[in-house]
């Protein structure tokens, strides 16, 4: 009885100990990209604010990681798994944007003394969002998951592009129009073609609009147009291949947006809109029935003026 109690247990205590030294897991999808693919759920104490992707780039004189996930502690875990592949100095910390399961593990990098960087609206974004993101995600992750959790904003924004040498390959930095947020970036690595989307690509979870639809919906065509080797988005699979990966993501967008552009032709509320509008894709993404009702809520409100 003992002993089936004990077996029961371990799958909470891999993840309950803060200081556990055990490494995000991590997976290399191109020579010296990794990648740690996040949980489809909303932050918990059990997760400890590990429901985004984050990933780091190798390159001969440093590394550079790409999102901190979103707790401190988590950002330690995926620090740990970066030491276990390398030990080269970590110069960068980019951020591809302000949500907390992006940028709450930043605290985790301090140490490395690195160059924080993100799109150059990304400070007056989270700065202003920040006490509701404390808040939340305290009251989400619970005290122990929250513990060493703070904001730390970009040191070096990108206006528009910015190039970063690691050594023997470049990471080009892109500022992105007002799109899933208005401080989305995205990461082109040189030496093996990976375009890291961030949020601008979400698989299997639902997206979540906290910009513009109609920029985003514009922004996917321009993606489109793109040919990367491979894309790694904010939260989906490790790496995937465009026009693909980025099809339901559009389809989503546009059904709403198709949907919300006629309710209001046709003189109808919101309250309407949030009861119908998208639900065609409700079982096409998990975490649709959280997610979806501030997605058209936020559509609403941008294409009533149009
Ligand atoms: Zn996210």
């Not at 910015?162 to 040189?190: E, F, M, P, V, W």
């Amino acid at each position: 009885m003992r002993a089936a109690l004990l077996f029961a247990a371990s799958p909470l205590l891999r993840y309950a100990p803060a200081e556990a030294a055990t490494g995000a897991e991590v997976t290399e999808i191109a020579p010296g990209i990794f990648v740690h693919q996040g949980r489809y759920e909303l932050q918990s104490p059990e997760n400890r604010g590990d429901m985004a992707n984050a990933s780091f780039v190798v390159g001969s004189d440093g590394v550079a990681v790409i999102d901190t996930l979103g707790s401190a502690v988590a950002g330690r875990e995926l620090r740990h798994a970066i030491r276990t592949v390398t030990g080269k100095p970590i110069r960068y910390v980019i951020n591809t944007h302000m949500h907390p399961d992006h940028v709450f593990g930043n605290a985790a990098f301090k140490e490395d003394n690195p160059t924080f960087v993100g799109h150059y609206k990304l400070a007056r974004g989270l700065g202003s969002r920040a006490e509701r993101y404390l808040a939340i995600n305290k009251e989400m992750l619970g005290a122990e998951a929250f513990q060493g959790i703070e904001v730390i904003l970009p040191s070096v924004g990108v206006e528009n592009s910015l190039s970063l040498d690691l050594g023997g390959r470049t990471l080009q930095l892109n500022a992105q129009r007002t799109a899933h947020t208005d401080n989305d970036l995205t990461i082109t690595d040189t030496a093996t073609d990976t375009l890291f989307l961030g949020d601008l690509l979400f698989s299997v979870h639902v997206p979540t609009l906290d910009g513009s639809i109609v920029g985003w919906l514009a922004l996917i065509e321009e993606l489109l147009r793109l040919t990367p080797a491979r894309v790694v988005p904010g939260h989906g699979p490790h790496a995937m291949a465009i026009p693909e990966a980025l099809s339901p993501e559009q389809r989503y967008l546009d059904a709403i947006a198709t949907d919300v552009r006629k309710l209001i032709r046709d003189g109808r509320t919101l309250e309407d809109a949030i009861k119908t509008a998208g639900f065609s894709e409700r079982d096409a993404w998990k975490l649709f029935d959280h997610y979806h009702v501030r997605n058209v809520t936020a559509a609403f409100a941008e294409l009533e003026w149009e």
